[in-house]
């Protein structure tokens, strides 16, 4: 069973930087597909990066594009660097996993099978 753990969610300005990190316990051996996702209370959660272990690929939301960056330290920590923040960046955000690659796209949440309990990034202007 894979846990995961995010933190560093916070309250920021517009324009400003935060980095979430997600604490994880994949097996080492094994490729995985890990993710960051983001849910408003009145949206849909949205896959905004995603990163396949294996191959170090990633993909990356439009919306987030050239801002967001996914990475991992060694097998046990999932970052997601967020620079130049805006309001609609706000959400609880989310770090997932699931075992095998990642596919050519931004997967949709029903396809991940772990998930993290959330932390809340707040952008206001």
């Known amino acids: 069973q894979v846990q995961l753990a995010e933190s560093g969610g916070d309250s920021v300005l517009s324009g400003g930087s935060l980095r979430l990190s997600c604490a994880t316990s994949?097996?080492?051996?094994?490729?995985?597909?890990m993710a960051w996702f983001r849910q408003d209370p009145q949206k849909e959660r949205e896959g905004v990066a995603q990163?396949?272990?294996?191959?170090?690929?990633t993909l990356y939301a439009d919306s987030v594009r050239g801002r967001f960056t996914i990475s991992r330290a060694n097998s046990n920590t999932l970052y997601l660097q967020m620079n130049d923040l805006k309001p609609e960046d706000t959400g609880l955000y989310y770090c997932a996993a699931v075992e095998g690659s990642c596919r050519s796209s931004i997967q949709s949440a029903d396809w991940f099978k772990y998930w993290g309990q959330g932390t809340q990034v707040t952008v206001t202007s």
């Open positions: 990163i396949s272990t294996r191959t170090a690929d």
């Open positions: 994949v097996n080492a051996y094994i490729g995985y597909c």
